[in-house]
């Protein structure tokens, strides 16, 4: 094991719990509700409205809600529920186990966190689960400008680690983003339960070589 190791984490699905495959799906639906349009109609609002991406541009958050609210009609008030709710809904709780693990790791591994994001997440989440006491540097897609799997996002997060692709252990969620990491020699593990990532770092750690995951070929 060369001498500069690295666990670098997702947030998302990973050090918090969420529902990625439904929770964006349902806060429109909800929000649509509330504003009395039919989901349809806030789509075409949205589309003609021509909104910044937030999750690869980093400055424009304010433009994006105050775009939102005048398409659909919010008041000061509602929108300031709605920005609320979308934080409660992507921050979801935190995965305290796997959190204090990887706070327990300190002297053994370093650790930092890759996470396609929102701009404003980086405020969210540090107020919520303090993430920069343990892990240094998180690296957000809205501030590197690129998402996973994309390649430049590892390898933008590399840079900043100051380590080679053999020397960082990456988990994630999702079996795209493990294997955009293995594209560019980032081994890694598609977390699934908290006991088997574990496992699956211990195992970097130790020096051995985890066995071919089943998804994304890339635990080796």
């Known amino acids: 094991m060369a001498d500069a190791t690295w ?3 997702d947030i998302g699905g990973v050090l918090e719990v969420v529902d990625d495959d439904t929770w964006q799906e349902q806060w429109w ?6 504003a009395g349009l039919a989901r349809a109609e806030v789509d075409a609002r949205v589309d003609a409205a021509d909104l910044p991406r937030i999750d690869v541009t980093s400055g424009r958050a304010e433009e994006f809600w105050s775009g939102l609210a005048s398409a659909l009609e919010l008041d000061p008030d509602q929108l300031e529920a709605m920005r609320a709710d979308f934080w409660d809904e992507y921050c979801g709780t935190g995965n305290t186990e796997l959190i204090e693990y990887a706070r327990s790791l300190r ?3 370093r650790t930092a966190i890759l996470s396609n994001s929102a701009d404003g997440a980086r405020e969210e989440e540090e107020r919520r689960f303090g993430l920069s006491e343990i892990f ?4 957000y897609s809205h501030e590197q400008g690129v998402n996973k799997p994309e390649p430049p996002a590892y390898l933008r997060a590399l840079e900043r680690l100051g380590a080679a692709s053999d020397e960082v252990f990456f988990i994630d969620d999702h079996a795209e983003a493990i294997a955009g990491a293995a594209a560019v020699g980032i081994r890694g593990v598609r977390h699934r339960d908290n006991a088997e990532t574990i496992a699956a770092i211990e ?3 130790s020096g051995g070589v985890p066995a071919t995951g089943q998804d994304a070929g890339i635990r080796g």
Do not use: K, T, Y
């Open 29 to 34: 639906q909800r929000w649509s509700d509330r």
């Open 203 to 205: 195992d970097f750690l």
């Open 136 to 139: 240094d540097p998180i690296c």
């Open 7 to 9: 666990v670098l984490f």
């Open 107 to 109: 002297g053994r591994a």
